[in-house]
């Protein structure tokens, strides 16, 4: 599984409402989840399935490079399993975590909401030009992808936030409430805390009161771009 251990809550509880038992299912998680998602696993047959992003594992798929032609496998190369239950589509997004300690200090949580201004910025700018985007991820280093490819993900991205009309840093208290009722269901978590004992609001608050007035975390006229992986 793409990702890091906890993430595997909705997939267990899709797994559930399809009928399956998930303690008889062993789920796997890259040793270091910083470095990119590899499916060789998958397609050499270590694994079952793979449960990756959209926007960067589902490329990596496509990608692939068949281990008996040495060709990419395109989108035709696996098969994705439908998520009937729509569990799986419902998880909460983006979370940002911290800990209590570190909200005490006045300087730190200035600190926070700078680099809350930061984030909000660098999405609105991805949002707007997602092939500007591409260059500046792929001329910074911190992607491994690079030109159409990287675009692509970009914008794969960009439809898992935008149109945001809430707000892209919106807390849904019940979705979160109801996701940590889920790693319950599932054996996850020991007890559910309210949303209230999970929930500061400070750094936001300070955050979005400083936010300029030109960053839009609505993004209601975002549409996708048309853009297509290099397979070659």
Do not use: K
Not at 7 to 24: C, I, M, Q, R
Not at 88 to 105: Q, Y
């Amino acid at each position: 599984m793409q990702g890091r251990p906890g993430d595997e809550a909705p997939l267990l509880a899709a797994l559930t409402a399809a009928g399956v038992e998930p303690s008889g299912v062993g789920i796997t998680f890259p040793e270091d989840p910083s470095i990119p998602f590899d499916p060789t696993g998958l397609f050499d047959g270590s694994f079952g399935a793979a449960a990756v992003t959209s926007y960067d594992g589902a490329a990596r798929l496509q990608e692939f490079y068949d281990l008996e032609s040495g060709i990419p496998l395109g989108p035709d190369g696996s098969v994705a399993l439908e998520d009937e239950s729509g569990v799986i589509a419902a998880a909460p997004g983006m979370g940002i975590w911290v800990m209590r300690s570190t909200l005490e200090n006045e300087d730190h949580r200035i600190a926070l909401a700078l680099t809350l201004i930061a984030i909000a910025d660098g999405l609105a700018s991805c949002r707007d030009d997602a092939v500007e985007c591409g260059v500046v991820l792929g001329d910074s280093g911190i992607a491994d992808r690079y030109g159409d490819g990287l675009v692509w993900s970009v914008n794969a991205f960009n439809a898992t936030l935008w149109p945001a009309p809430d707000g892209a840093f919106a807390i849904d208290e019940q979705a979160l409430t109801d996701a940590v009722a889920q790693a319950v269901a599932v054996g996850l978590a020991a007890s559910a805390p309210s949303a209230d004992d999970l929930i500061d609001r400070r750094v936001l608050d300070l955050a979005l009161a400083n936010l300029p007035a030109n960053v839009d975390l609505v993004g209601s006229s975002w549409t996708p771009i048309e853009v297509q992986l290099p397979l070659e």
